[in-house]
């Protein structure tokens, strides 16, 4: 009984089991999980690029690459120094518990040194037994800490120098307090070099002014820094002179450091310096290119040193050929001959930050080499910028009496201060940016006139010839439709070189006549699309206008095309389409930079700043596709019967 | 008499006129036809037996430029790096196309929408998406390795790698399959739900209703398809020239790079037009292939239009 049962119980559930999976329920949510997992790849795959590439574009260049991404676009948060235009980065900092926003007024670095003459109990040991270094603080100290395992037990010591036979020389830690103390890293490189012998060994070490007395210490580490921080509106009072009129006027104490004090040659009161940078005087490369002139040595004469915009010069007066005068400013001075320009055409003459400088390409005038920097970004200004004069060193300064407000803290407390920001400058920028010679609006506009010209021809030519082939009875007619539809898939390579050759003949290119002109002999794609549409519309409405008297192409114009709308319509999005993204051939026939469209502009924006200027390329590639994909919102029926029509023969 | 005679006539010379309009109509796009088309194919057939370097006029060199070619171990390596792009890129394509175009076709919420996403990538300038993964592929920071990351994959260098720039340029060429989903979806769409129905009647489950009824149906939309993707990716250029410039060390040198370079860097006329003619042959005898082998597994209705 028992036995017999069991193996149909078995069954039984088997089949349930069979039924529950060919049940409709199971198979529909089976259908259902499929579907949406394949949705949801699909979306992840077609849509984070594109997020990607917008989140980007809105990013300062270096948020785009970090890891972890930075997924909505951040900004520093700065202030202006004073009415130059440096920014000044702020931090926060957690200060009584609560966050502060602070900028950096100085930095000190600090190292340990060891006293020479108070040092003892050397030894000498193999480096095999000395584990690996630990900074650790010691009373108000910070040592490089290793232990030693000897004779079963481990002591701490700190490696002061590598002896022979690979061995080190140790002090263990309680020795060493005594003679160790910490000190500022400039102080300490400051001092003479010296030859020390302690214990035998031979060490390198520096004399340094302690209390005024000269001690011999070696310094052994571990360096660290401490910052001085204050309130971000210290920055208003900032003022930018050049390191030549700064002299050091000792230190003052902030907490556990101090600030270097500063004097200004012919200016009262004491100062603390923010940071030094260099600098270097531009000017604007149309003003250089339309106003700078080549001027012979023996041409000018009152060489000295001049004021424009702030900026100090070598200046002249340069007498021109024509006997006239005029006080000019050498901007790059030759052997031979100088690039001069009148100060009266120099207003775009300013300093700035050599850090934006770094890209710089070499040009030449009259074989007198500079450097150009082209999309150079200051504020909301973007400008190809020749490098004029020499570089210098400036300092940022404001009056010592910030150090009230100052505090110190360790530079590990302080985190950039950011806020999300979306960044359009990538976008100015972008526009802003010279490329191969042009500006990117000029291949918008190439991309337009084309996009024109090319619409006027194909609507032209292929509403006769549609017409032609959908209505008009002709012998020989199907041989020519047939050779129409065997046309559509011809691989173009075949008539690129040809074709390149024609229009070489006819002395175009380099002109646009090559990217629009065959648009006016039609096209087979767009031809037989609005043949398969003329073939729906009624005959009964053309015996009308006909029996009225009307001629062929009055019949077009007035019965064929007002009821022809849509398939118009879809004949001048697939032109746009075509003409907007085309590449090959404008890269042929073109090579005047004004003349590229968009496709052309944006491989050379790429060439050019693919690795300077992520964000400005990154943006110039979403403003190329812009119209594209404003023109799909407006139009996208079109666009999906147009597609269907391309891929649904067969 | 006179006006059935006048008439007669009438009709004839009526005829005559329609058919002369016919000729007028069509004659931008004839002229067009034999000045931008059939003159330059057979140009360019007449080039590719000469050496020209479009200075001096073409020099009749017979086969040379075809033995040339056969012996240019860089044709050759442009031929296996086109047709491993072609291998890659279409069926993937295909069958990407194909899933989402299946999922979109069922009653979902927001096909529209789900539809726009998807096709809109297919719409946009190929030298702006190449500029756009050429940073997705960055080895460092760039948004695949990142997401290869969260998965505790360390990814290749992509672009930059010998091995992985050919994987790295189909995978982005599976990113424009937008038009084909719209396509296969619009096919879809037209087949009859009762064909459907009987297939469950039949006791057909989803697979079989896939395989007997859907396959069948869409067969001719998808052979059009492949024939058409096919042809694109074999002359492909764009990607490679802007991402890659057929690097690293030729492992993306398409078919079309080279030829460009001989014909528009080297201006060697005669041997790109051989080159051109190879690969019209090339892809002709594919699609040949392709619709000989269509009748096997293309299913046509019986009333073929």
């Not at chain 1, 690979?166 to 000190?183: G, H, I, K």
């Not at chain 1, 390149?500 to 002395?507: A, P, S, T, V």
């Amino acid at each position: 009984m028992d036995i017999a049962t069991r193996p149909t119980l078995a069954a039984r559930a088997a089949t349930n089991w069979k039924s529950v999976r060919s049940s409709k329920t199971w198979q529909r949510s089976l259908r259902h999980a499929a579907s949406y997992i394949v949705l949801a790849l699909g979306a992840a795959f077609m849509l984070f690029p594109m997020l990607w590439m917008i989140s980007a574009s809105l990013k300062p260049a270096w948020q785009i690459f970090t890891d972890p991404p930075i997924w909505i676009p951040m900004h520093w948060e700065a202030v202006r120094a004073g009415n130059t235009n440096r920014m000044i980065n702020l931090w926060t900092v957690e200060v009584d518990g609560q966050s502060k926003k602070v900028i950096e007024i100085g930095v000190r670095r600090y190292t340990t040194v060891v006293n020479a003459a108070l040092l003892q109990n050397l030894q000498t040991v193999p480096a095999s037994e000395v584990g690996d270094a630990v900074a650790t603080t010691v009373g108000d100290l910070t040592l490089n800490v290793r232990p030693w395992a000897t004779n079963g037990e481990t002591r701490q010591v700190v490696a002061l120098a590598r002896g022979d036979n690979d061995t080190l020389v140790v002090v263990a830690v309680n020795d060493l307090q005594a003679a160790a103390l910490r000190m500022p890293l400039d102080e300490v490189n400051a001092g003479d070099r010296a030859s020390l012998e302690v214990g035998g060994v031979e060490f390198r070490g520096r004399t340094v002014q302690l209390d005024g007395n000269p001690v011999e210490v070696i310094p052994i580490g571990p360096e660290s820094q401490l910052s001085v921080v204050g309130a971000p509106e210290i920055a208003a009072a900032a003022t930018l002179v050049s390191t030549e009129n700064l002299a050091d006027a000792g230190f003052a104490p902030v907490g556990q450091t101090e600030l270097p004090l500063m004097t200004i040659n012919g200016q009262p009161g004491e100062f603390v310096m923010l940071v030094k940078e260099s600098w270097q005087p531009v000017i604007n490369e149309e003003q250089f290119d339309a106003n700078a002139v080549v001027a012979p040595r023996s041409q000018l004469a009152d060489v000295q040193p001049i004021t424009v915009n702030g900026v100090t010069m070598q200046g002249a007066t340069y007498t021109a050929a024509d006997g006239t005068a005029a006080p000019v400013a050498i901007l790059i001075s030759g052997t031979q001959a100088s690039v001069v320009i009148p100060i009266t055409s120099a207003d775009t003459l300013r300093l700035a930050q050599l850090g934006g400088l770094t890209s710089a390409r070499g040009d030449q005038l009259q074989r007198i080499p500079f450097r150009v920097q082209d999309g150079f970004s200051e504020g909301s200004e973007t400008h190809s910028v020749a490098l004029v004069g020499e570089s210098r060193e400036m300092a940022l300064v404001v009056p010592a009496s910030v150090i009230s407000e100052a505090f110190d803290v360790n530079p590990g407390e302080l985190t950039r201060a950011m806020y999300p920001e979306l960044r359009f400058d990538g976008y100015r920028e972008a526009l802003q940016t010279k490329v191969a010679e042009t500006y990117f609006p000029t291949f918008f506009r190439n991309s337009f006139v084309l996009v024109i010209l090319n619409t006027i021809g194909h609507v032209l030519s292929c509403v006769v010839v549609g017409y032609a082939f959908a209505r008009l009875r002709a012998p020989g007619k199907n041989f020519f439709f047939v050779i129409l539809l065997g046309t559509m898939m011809l691989p173009y390579p075949v008539t690129l070189v040809p074709i390149y050759e024609i229009f070489r003949d006819l002395n175009m290119v380099n002109t646009l006549w090559p990217l629009f002109l065959r648009s006016f002999f039609g096209n087979a794609f767009l031809i037989f699309m609005l043949r398969q549409f003329f073939t729906s519309i009624p005959r009964e409405l053309e015996d009308a206008a006909r029996i009225d008297g009307a001629n062929t192409l009055q019949i077009i114009t007035r019965v064929i095309v007002p009821l022809s709308k849509p398939a118009i319509a879809t004949v001048i999005i697939f032109t746009f389409w075509w003409t907007w993204n085309s590449f090959l051939e404008p890269f042929i026939f073109l090579s005047s930079p004004e003349l590229f469209p968009v496709a052309v502009g944006l491989n050379f924006f790429k060439d050019q700043y693919m690795t300077i200027y992520y964000d400005r390329l990154i943006a110039a590639s979403v403003l190329s596709m812009l119209p594209m994909i404003v023109l799909f919102f407006f139009a996208q029926r079109y666009f999906i019967e147009g597609i269907q029509l391309t891929g649904l023969k067969g | 008499m006179i006006a059935q005679l006048r008439k007669l006539n009438g009709g004839s010379s009526l005829a005559r006129r329609e058919a002369l309009s016919f000729y007028i109509l069509i004659l931008p796009w004839l002229v067009g036809f034999l000045v931008f088309l059939a003159y330059p194919m057979l140009r360019s057939l007449y080039l590719s037996f000469t050496s020209y370097d479009l200075l001096s006029p073409p020099v009749w060199v017979g086969f040379r430029n075809f033995e040339r070619i056969f012996s240019d171990a860089n044709f050759w390596q442009s031929v296996k790096v086109t047709f491993l792009y072609a291998l890659g890129s279409v069926p993937g394509g295909t069958i990407i196309a194909l899933a989402l175009a299946m999922v979109l076709s069922q009653k979902l919420r927001g096909v529209n929408i789900w539809r726009t996403i998807f096709f809109i990538p297919s719409i946009l300038s190929s030298i702006a998406v190449a500029v756009l993964w050429l940073f997705i592929f960055r080895p460092e920071g760039g948004l695949l390795n990142m997401v290869l990351g969260v998965f505790g994959i360390q990814g290749p260098d992509w672009l930059l790698s010998e091995q992985w720039a050919l994987p790295a340029l189909i995978l982005m060429s599976w990113w424009s399959v937008g038009g084909q989903i719209v396509i296969y979806l619009a096919g879809l769409k037209g087949i009859p739900e009762v064909l459907y129905e009987a297939a469950e009647i039949d006791g057909a489950n989803d697979l079989a209703k896939f395989r007997f009824v859907t396959l069948p149906m869409l067969s001719p939309t998808i052979f059009f398809n492949v024939v058409l993707a096919i042809i694109g990716a074999l002359q492909v250029f764009d990607a490679g020239y802007v991402m890659t410039r057929g690097g690293p060390n030729d492992a993306t040198l398409f078919y079309m790079l080279n030829l460009y370079e001989r014909a528009f860097q080297m201006a060697q006329m005669g041997y790109a037009s051989a080159l051109a003619w190879i690969l019209f042959v090339i892809i002709m005898v594919i699609t040949l292939l392709v619709i000989r082998s269509s009748a096997a597994w293309v299913y046509y209705e019986a009333e073929v239009r």
